[in-house]
């Protein structure tokens, strides 16, 4: 008989990028759940407290980082020593993330630096700084990249950001081809509408919502803990053999198009 799918994460040390709420806190949640040790990281300590007490509640075991990803060199340094206090590194998600809508007649350079900084150079670097340590690792790893559905579609008034996950797609798919060999697993999901702190004000507007659940298939917003499974799919050993793959999550959105 062929062996069942591994999904456990027992033993595995995890790091989850901007997990102080919203998708984040979810994915760290359902990593931790699925027996990984996980290393939560936001701007500041204080915004994790609600998210290590989750993970506590729930048995499981969370190392709160200060790590502001747009800051490469600091990144790297606390990368590095949460490494050697917990002996290796398997799982990564690059989930930190910023959007700040601005037309783009109106767009400053600030707000561009300030978007594809978090979501692209600082994912990149973040990957890079944990690649270094899987490569040496006779186990290798899996990185999971957090994109969107502008890595597919245009949205107006958010080209940083499209531009951002477009190109967190592109590198998926660039570093899964350059880390195959060294047995590092390169991976996407791209969620589709759900509501957090980062789109809180879209949802306010009740018209915004029905125009938005009438593009849904399914017909509902997504909540952040149906993003657990496809983490803990990517994570584990139950993907083994998938790299260079975008899930989106998202109520059938993307097939829709
Ligand atoms: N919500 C959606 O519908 C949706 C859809 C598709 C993709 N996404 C993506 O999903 C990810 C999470 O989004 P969300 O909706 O959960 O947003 P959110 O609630 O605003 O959470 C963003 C997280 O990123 C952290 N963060 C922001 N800037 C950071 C930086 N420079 N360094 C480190 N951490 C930083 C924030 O922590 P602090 O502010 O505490 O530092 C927070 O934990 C993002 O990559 C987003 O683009 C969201």
Redesign the pocket.
Known sequence: MSAQPNFNLTGKVALV??????????IALGLAQAGASVGI????LD??SETTSMIMDAGGFALPME?????VGN?RDMIDKFVAEQGKIDILV??????EVSPSLELSEEIWD?IV???LK?AFFCAQSVGRHMADAPTGGTIIN?????SYVGVPAAVP?GS??SGLLGMTRALATEWAERGIRVNAI??????????NVFYEDAGWQSAMLNKIPMRS??D?SDLKGAAIFLASDASRYVTGQCLGIDGGYLASI
């Open positions: 990028t901007g997990s102080s709420r919203g998708l984040g806190q979810a990281s936001a701007r500041t915004a994790l790590l502001d990803v747009r800051n990144t690059n989930n930190a993330g910023y959007e300030k900084d978090t979501n600082g957090v994109c969107s559905l502008t950001y951002s996950k791209a969620p589709g509408y759900f509501r957090t702190a980062m789109t917003f997504g952040p």
